[in-house]
């Protein structure tokens, strides 16, 4: 089996992972900011992390900044997918044959 054919199998499954890992993240550190007594610095001093009310709110946004990263990740290799994937409608090996052939 070679390796674009390997990718093609298990590219949806890994963008599939990708997006739902970057929403719990993002929605996660939305949460530490929407409700920190129980969520964020609360939370931290409870389970006895020093400094919990500077670490509640730089998790929370280390969170959200993760989440969102991973999230256009995500959108920006369906991009690539579609526009690299060796023969189908919107790919540039497609667009390269239709003009070739103009």
Same mark, same amino acid.
């Given at each position: 089996?070679?390796?674009?054919?390997?990718?093609?199998?298990?590219?949806?499954?890994?963008? /599939?992972?990708?997006?739902?890992?970057?929403?719990?993240?993002?929605?996660?550190?939305?949460?530490?900011?929407?409700?920190?007594?129980?969520?964020?610095?609360?939370?931290?001093?409870?389970?006895?992390?020093?400094?919990?009310? /500077?670490?509640?709110?730089?998790?929370?946004?280390?969170?959200?900044?993760?989440?969102?990263?991973?999230?256009?990740?995500?959108?920006?290799?369906?991009?690539?997918?579609?526009? /690299?994937?060796?023969?189908?409608?919107?790919?540039?090996?497609?667009?390269?044959?239709?003009?070739?052939?103009?």
């Amino acid at each position: 089996m070679r390796l674009c054919e390997y990718y093609r199998m298990h590219a949806n499954a890994a963008i /599939l992972i990708r997006l739902a890992a970057g929403a719990v993240f993002l929605s996660e550190g939305i949460q530490k900011f929407l409700d920190p007594a129980a969520l964020g610095a609360g939370r931290f001093e409870r389970i006895g992390i020093p400094q919990a009310q /500077l670490m509640g709110p730089f998790v929370g946004g280390v969170e959200i900044a993760c989440g969102a990263l991973l999230l256009l990740v995500a959108m920006l290799m369906c991009f690539l997918y579609l526009a /690299l994937a060796d023969g189908g409608r919107w790919s540039l090996d497609e667009w390269r044959r239709r003009r070739k052939s103009e």
